[in-house]
């Protein structure tokens, strides 16, 4: 890795030598929005670390049939990250080339792979200094985040748990909490608050969910901050006319992120 200035590049190179041979760190990005706003959500935090000065690789693992308002991935690939892990496919294959200090690969298909026991080790962070590929940060979200399936991806992660206000987030953000917990060894679960009045609401909505969480599963979970968000109307596209129209099911609204997010989740995770 190339020496720099840059404190925050400096922080994350010292990281790396801690833990492992150039192993890239690997932020697991769980969330309990919908899935657009899910994809959306890591490829907005991808940006913003990559803006640091990190090199950075995205990983989108969310099947085109849960998306609404998305028609296809983000960037047009050829093979998965499934693939390689099933040996069908050599790495450097499946990683496109976004711009400079950004990649992007599919994982789609890793989850049936893993079902029916194809895919196999060595994980990706070790894959990727085996094809001397320098990768600083692994960001994977996710709206399932479990964690076998997580541990397919390395050894040095650190999770987020991104949860709207209300009730029905925070229950399910809890089934969350046990999913991520089982790899969550002795460390609080870092979670962030998004939507409500104002931050006094989402604080209140953490303690909620921080009470259940301690209660439930003894998992105690770290509050790193809340975030105003606005809400707007989805709206899916009718594959016969190409109009687009309100969703027919689901969620009828999804959050607008703010900029401020994805500045805030990045300083956090590069911190």
Known sequence: MSTTTSSGVDQAAGLRNIFGAELSRVICIASTLDADSTIHLGHG?????????????????????????????????????????????????????IEENFWYATSVKLRSEVSRRFAKYPQLDQRLVNHEIDIDYIIFPTIDPEANIVAYYGSNI????????????????????????????????????????????????????????????????????WIKALTAERVELDQDDLSWNPVSKGDTHEFVLPMGFFKAISAKITS
């Open 158 to 225: 650190k999770r987020i748990l991104v949860t709207a206000h209300d009730q029905t987030s925070l229950k399910k953000a809890l089934l969350m909490v046990r999913q991520m917990a089982t790899l969550q060894i002795d460390e609080p679960l870092s979670i962030l608050i998004v939507g409500g009045e104002d931050e006094a609401a989402g604080a209140a909505a953490f303690e909620k969910l921080h009470n259940a969480s301690l209660s439930a599963l003894e998992q105690p979970l770290d509050f790193i901050g």
């Open 45 to 97: 935090t991808a940006h913003s670390i990559k803006q640091l000065g990190h090199r950075v690789l995205l990983i989108d693992e969310i099947p085109l049939s849960d998306r609404k308002t998305m028609s296809g991935f983000l960037y047009p690939v050829r093979y998965d990250l499934g693939q390689v892990f099933s040996k069908s496919v050599d790495l450097a294959r499946s990683l496109k080339a």
